[in-house]
């Protein structure tokens, strides 16, 4: 890489010539940059904690007593009360 007095020994044609030699490379910084981005929101969209009954806004569904207890209250247990 030139430093700044690399620089100052350049004509103008060879400054002009170095300037459109870079811009490619800086068309190709701007499109990762745009690629990057996207790239680290995908990835906190799967980083973020799977949704349980604990962190749901919405009433769970699978948090039903096991089977057999609901056939009992089915049947009318006296001692099966309904937490309804």
Do not use: C, F
């Not at 010539?17 to 995908?42: D, T, Y």
């Not at 948090?63 to 089915?74: F, I, S, T």
């Amino acid at each position: 890489m030139m430093s700044d007095t690399d620089l100052s020994r350049l004509s103008h044609a060879e400054k002009e010539a170095l300037i459109r030699s870079l811009l490619p490379v800086v068309g190709q910084l701007e499109v990762a940059l745009v690629r990057i981005a996207a790239l680290e929101v995908r990835l906190a969209e799967l980083e973020r904690p799977l949704m349980t009954p604990n962190n749901s806004s919405l009433p769970s569904r699978g948090q039903k007593p096991d089977r057999k207890r609901r056939q009992v209250a089915a049947q009318g247990a006296p001692w099966y009360r309904s937490r309804a």
